[in-house]
C-alpha cells in the first residue's frame, strides 16, 4: 500500500522499460497501480513481439542505470546477478571512429552490459515486491474513457485474452504504449489539437546476430563501436557488445541504404564492408546463437506536448510517446527510466491548493524539454547524412565544428574526456560545454579551422 496515497488507482499501458519504471514512480503515490500489457509475460527473459528492436544491441547509458536504481535502490547487483558483464567507459570499449582516435581511458564510469529482455526482465522482479503493483498481461488496451469534453481522463478499455471489451477506472493514466496511440486517439476523438513533431528521417536498417564468445576472443576490449568513414555517405556501422551468457550481440547497420542482409552470409559479407575489420574478425569464426534477425527505424519523433494550451487532466504519455530516438545512439531505455524519476518528484513535491493531479501533465510535459535536450542534440548529427530528411538545425554546421574540436581536446585532456562521457551518459547536461572555462579551451581549436 502506497504510505502517501494521493488518489486510489494509477494505470500504465506498457510494460516496456518506460513503463515499468513508471510503476514504480507510482507506486508510492496511488493505492494501487495496474499495467496493462499487450504480450504475454514470460517467467523469464523472453523476447516479446511487442518490442521486436529488443532483438538488436541495446545499452543502459550511466544515466539510465543511475535513474533505475534511483526507483529501485540495489538495482545494479540486481544486474550483476542477471549476468551483466561489466563494461568500464571507455577504456573496455574500443571505439573506431575516423580521424584521430580518443585514447581508451577509464574514466570511472561502468557499464552493465545485458541484453534487453533480461533488463526487463529484472525490472519485473523488483516489481513482485511491491503489492500495489499489478502487473496484467495479454491485455490490449483499444481506447482512452474521458469526460464528454475530453478535458479528463477517467480510465481505459481493454480486452483481456481476447475476452469482449472492459473498462478500468483510473485517476490517472500513463501512455508508456510506445508510439502514444491511446493519447493522439484520444486528442483526435475530443477535439482537440495534436502535438506539433520534430521528424528527423533516417531511415536506419538493421541485422543483428548473436554470438557464443571464442576462447581466443581479443583481451584489450570488451565492447566495439564502428563508425562510418569521413564521407558522409559511408553510413555503415556496427556495435558489438557483451551479453549474459558468454555471448556477444552484433549490430549491423545502414542509413538511407541497402539494410545489412538477414542471412548468415549476407550479414558476414556486410560485416566484411565495415571501415576496419575489428567486428568481423572477431566473429567470423565464432558459434551463432540462433538466426540473423533484422529491424527497420524510419525516424526520430519528438512530439511537442508542452506547446498545447489544453491537455487532459488524469494522462501523461511517457517514453517513446514522448520521443522515439534512433536506436543507434542507445539512450531511449535511459531517457525513459530518467523521465519517471522525474514523475516521482513531482509526486513526491508538496502539493499545490486544490487537486495535485490537475497540474500534474503540465508540469511534468513542461519539463520534458530540458530532459530531452540533450539526448535530441545527438539525434540531429543524423543530419551528417545528405538523405536525412527534416528541418536541420540553423546552426547545424557550427555543431559540427563544435564537436570536432570537442573530440580533439578529449584526445589530449583525460579531464575533459571524461566530461564529454558524462554528457554522453546523460548525467550531465551538454550546456555545460556553454561554461565559460569550457569555452575558452575550445574557442582557440575552432579558430584552427
Known amino acids: 500500500m502506497a504510505s502517501e496515497a494521493i488518489a486510489r488507482q494509477a494505470v500504465v499501458i506498457g510494460a516496456g522499460i518506460a513503463g515499468l519504471a513508471a510503476a514504480r514512480a507510482l507506486s508510492d503515490h496511488f493505492e494501487q497501480v495496474v499495467v496493462l500489457e499487450r504480450d504475454s509475460l514470460s517467467d523469464g527473459p523472453v523476447h516479446r513481439p511487442g518490442t521486436p528492436q529488443s532483438r538488436h544491441a541495446h545499452g543502459l547509458l550511466v544515466g539510465g542505470q ?4 534511483e526507483l529501485f535502490p540495489g ?18 570499449i574500443r571505439f573506431e571512429r575516423p580521424g584521430d582516435p580518443v585514447p581508451q581511458r577509464d574514466l570511472g ?3 552493465y552490459a545485458l541484453s534487453r529482455p533480461a533488463i526487463e526482465f529484472a525490472i519485473r522482479q523488483r516489481l513482485k515486491s511491491h503489492a500495489n503493483i499489478s502487473l496484467r498481461d495479454r491485455c490490449r488496451v483499444s481506447e482512452l474513457s474521458a469526460s464528454p469534453d475530453g478535458t479528463a481522463v477517467t480510465g481505459v478499455r481493454f480486452e483481456e485474452g481476447g475476452v469482449a471489451s472492459q473498462e478500468l477506472p483510473a485517476d490517472l493514466v500513463v501512455d508508456a504504449s510506445g508510439h502514444g496511440a491511446p493519447t493522439l486517439a484520444l486528442l483526435r476523438t475530443t477535439g482537440l489539437p495534436l502535438p506539433e513533431e520534430t521528424v528527423i528521417g533516417i531511415d536506419q536498417g538493421y541485422a543483428t546476430g548473436v554470438f557464443h564468445i571464442p576462447g581466443d576472443a581479443p583481451a584489450d576490449w570488451k565492447a566495439v563501436l ?31 541504404g541497402d539494410a545489412p542482409p538477414g542471412d548468415v552470409d549476407g550479414f558476414m559479407a556486410f560485416a566484411r564492408t565495415l571501415r576496419t575489420p575489428t567486428i568481423y574478425n572477431a566473429v567470423k569464426n565464432a558459434r551463432l546463437d540462433g538466426e540473423i534477425v533484422r529491424y527497420g527505424f524510419r525516424d526520430n519523433v519528438l512530439r511537442h506536448f508542452e506547446r498545447l494550451e489544453v491537455f487532459p487532466r488524469g494522462l501523461i504519455p511517457i517514453g517513446d510517446s514522448i520521443c522515439r530516438f534512433n536506436p543507434v545512439h542507445g539512450q531511449g531505455m535511459s531517457v525513459a527510466a530518467q523521465e519517471a524519476c522525474l514523475l516521482r518528484a513531482l509526486l513526491a513535491a508538496q502539493s499545490p491548493p486544490g487537486d495535485l493531479l490537475q497540474g500534474l501533465a503540465k508540469v511534468f510535459l513542461d519539463k520534458i524539454p530540458m530532459l530531452i535536450e540533450t539526448p535530441w542534440n545527438v539525434a540531429t548529427f543524423d543530419f551528417m547524412h545528405p538523405a536525412t530528411r527534416g528541418q536541420r538545425p ?18 589530449d585532456d583525460p579531464d575533459f574526456h571524461r566530461l564529454t562521457a558524462e554528457v554522453q551518459h546523460l548525467l550531465k547536461p551538454r550546456s555545460v560545454y556553454r561554461d565559460p572555462a569550457v569555452l575558452q579551451r575550445v574557442l582557440p581549436l575552432l579558430a584552427q579551422g
Not at 543511475?66 to 536504481?69: E, F
Not at 546552426?395 to 581536446?409: G, H, N, Q, S, V
Open 226 to 256: 564502428t563508425f562510418g568513414g569521413l564521407s558522409p555517405t559511408s553510413a555503415r556501422g556496427a556495435l558489438l557488445w557483451p551479453i549474459e551468457e558468454n555471448r556477444w550481440i552484433v549490430s549491423l547497420g545502414e542509413r538511407h
Open 109 to 111: 564510469l561502468m557499464n
Open 66 to 69: 543511475r535513474a533505475l536504481s
Open 75 to 92: 538495482f545494479e547487483r540486481d544486474l550483476v546477478e542477471a549476468g551483466a558483464v561489466l563494461v568500464r567507459s571507455n577504456i573496455d
Open 394 to 411: 540553423a546552426d547545424f554546421e557550427t555543431r559540427i565544428k563544435f564537436a570536432a574540436a570537442f573530440m580533439k581536446l578529449a584526445a
